[in-house]
């Protein structure tokens, strides 16, 4: 076997993006120890309260807008473009630091905060600087604007092409995800069923440490570039 059939499956989280200064989920201060998730990234929550949660995505989105790639998206586009074989990315992060860093054809599992979605009619357009909750949809008109992510209760997106990724790793890398959330915490379980060898990038141990044949430890910044550099040769 080649490095030209080698097809290598990447899986980041919030992790990747942290020495970008975006906040993770799950570490100490990170986002769901300030705020309550129920209330921020459900459909529930959004019902209840669309003012509060559109001003939270926009404070996202604000901080999405003024951050810059770092060595470790860096590093992942680099591969892309120099792997002689197939390598598909996908993202949880809402963020486009991947495709800033010069990645192309990254599968958002979790959508984007630089999306807006009409939650009456469906329709997709490119968000404006902040959302409000009167603000119409441009097709429907009703006024049902959110942002373009997945929220918990709802399906991830192109599950259908990730599965098929899955199915031919050779290689499966997660980087910089805790392994909590389901289904991304399940695919090193199903890429090592496929065959594929499994590698954890990430600052500590997950909850998923032990679905992985290696296990590094450490900031993305040092291990991604160095792990990249050395497949490269
Ligand atoms: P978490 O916040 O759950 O986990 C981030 C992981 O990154 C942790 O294991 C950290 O140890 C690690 N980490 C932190 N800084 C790092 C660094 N500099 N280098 C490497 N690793 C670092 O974030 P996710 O696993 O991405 O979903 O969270 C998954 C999903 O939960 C998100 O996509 C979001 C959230 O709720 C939805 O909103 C649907």
């Known amino acids: 076997m080649s490095k030209a059939d080698d097809h290598i499956v990447i899986l980041t989280g919030a992790g990747i993006s942290a020495e970008s200064g975006l906040g993770t989920f799950r570490d100490v201060g990170g986002l769901w120890s300030r705020y309550d998730w129920r209330d921020l990234a459900t459909p529930e929550g959004f019902a209840r309260d669309p003012g509060f949660v559109l001003a939270f995505y926009n404070w996202r989105r604000e901080r999405v807008r003024a951050a810059r790639p770092n060595p470790a998206h860096e590093a992942l586009a680099r591969l892309q473009r120099h792997w002689p074989g197939r390598v598909t990315l996908i993202t949880q992060n809402v963020d486009d630091l991947h495709e800033q860093a010069g990645s192309e054809d990254v599968i958002h599992m979790h959508g984007n905060h ?10 997709r357009w490119p968000a404006p600087e ?30 259908d092409r990730i599965g098929a990724a899955l199915a031919t790793a050779r290689l499966f890398v997660s980087i910089g995800t805790s392994g909590t959330v389901c289904p991304a915490a399940g695919f090193a379980a199903l890429a090592r069923k496929s065959g594929a060898r499994t590698l954890e990038l990430n ?10 044949d290696e296990a590094r430890h450490g900031p993305a910044t040092d291990l991604v570039p160095a792990w990249v550099t050395a497949l490269l040769g």
Not at 130 to 144: S, T
Not at 203 to 212: I, P
């Open 114 to 123: 630089l999306g807006a979605l009409c939650a009456a009619c469906g329709h």
């Open 203 to 212: 600052l500590g141990r997950s909850e998923n440490t032990d679905h992985f």
């Open 130 to 159: 902040a959302m409000a909750a009167a603000d119409p949809c441009p097709a429907c008109a009703r006024p049902a604007t959110r942002p373009d992510v997945v929220w918990f209760g709802e399906t991830p997106c192109h599950m």
